[in-house]
């Protein structure tokens, strides 16, 4: 059984920056994508970024492109987030999940485990 365990979270002024990590156990395939998304307050999920296991292929949304960094430590099964500059409206509660497609789209359905959640609160 796949399980993601999040931390990092927690309140921060506009322009300031927060990392998430998101710790990977129990899988069984050495290939598979580990994706960040998000859901603010009555919005739907969106994806933000996702980076594969295999060879560290990353991809963003457009709209967090400049400002977040997805990354991994492969040793330690750990994948992380960077945010930095930011704002009001990336208020939301803030997930990891994994898929075992190589390089799976910022598509809620194509990942089958999930983090807890992480609430990301930015404000002054």
């Known amino acids: 059984q796949v399980q993601l365990v999040e931390s990092g979270g927690g309140l921060v002024q506009p322009g300031g920056s927060l990392r998430l990590s998101c710790e990977v156990s129990?899988?069984?395939?050495?290939?598979?994508?580990i994706a960040w998304f998000r859901q603010g307050p009555g919005k739907e999920r969106e994806g933000i970024s996702c980076?594969?296991?295999?060879?560290?292929?990353?991809h963003y949304a457009e709209f967090v492109k400049g400002r977040f960094t997805i990354s991994r430590d492969k040793a330690e099964n750990t994948a992380y987030l960077r945010m930095n500059n930011l704002k009001s409206e990336d208020t939301a509660v803030y997930y990891c999940?994994?898929?075992?497609?190589?390089?799976?789209?910022?598509?809620?359905?194509?990942?089958?485990?999930w983090g807890q959640g992480n609430q990301v609160t930015v404000s002054s």
């Open positions: 980076i594969s296991s295999s060879d560290g292929s990353t």
């Open positions: 999940a994994h898929s075992i497609a190589t390089m799976a789209p910022l598509i809620p359905s194509l990942y089958h485990y």
């Open positions: 129990g899988f069984t395939k050495d290939v598979y994508t």
